[in-house]
Each structure stands twice: as C-alpha cells, then as structure tokens.
C-alpha cells in the first residue's frame, strides 16, 4: 500500500459493525455533496429511516435496530448529539 499525506477517515458501517479504514482522497467529492444537499437538489431523508439520541441507551438500541434491518427496516440510523 503506498503512503500518502491525504490522511485517513474511521468510518462506522452500523449495519455490519465494522470498521473501516478509507483513504481521505475517496472524500474529496465530500464538500460537493454538501453543496448539492444544502441547495435541496439531493434529498437524503427518506434514506435515514431510524433517529437515536447519543446516550449510552440509545446507541445501544441504535445499533441493535441497524443489525436487525430485515426485522426493523432500517436503513440509515442516525444519532443527534
């Protein structure tokens, strides 16, 4: 694996609890997709199907809810803090 400076994000996958290594250089589109959700031309909420607070409870019942998708229908859950 070659070195670079661009660093590095930890990204959580809810639904399989895992995580994931992925090189910053897969984000540069990031600020676009911002972009494009703060001008209302992507719609993201139908997606985010579950909302949890950040307490040691709900983070718990968070991500019980995404490993039970078929069960529970999750498909984004998210977390407000």
């Not at 070195?3 to 589109?29: D, I, R, T």
């Not at 972009?35 to 199907?49: A, Y």
């Amino acid at each position: 694996m070659q070195s670079s400076n661009l660093g590095w994000y930890l990204v959580v996958v809810l639904n399989n609890f895992e995580l994931q290594l992925y090189p910053l250089s897969l984000f540069v589109q990031y600020p676009t997709c911002l972009d494009l959700l703060e001008e209302k031309k992507i719609n993201c909420e139908p997606l985010i199907t579950h909302r949890f607070g950040f307490s040691e409870k709900d983070i718990i019942t968070g991500f019980e809810t995404a490993a039970a998708a078929g069960k529970t229908g999750a498909i984004k859950v998210m977390f407000n803090w």
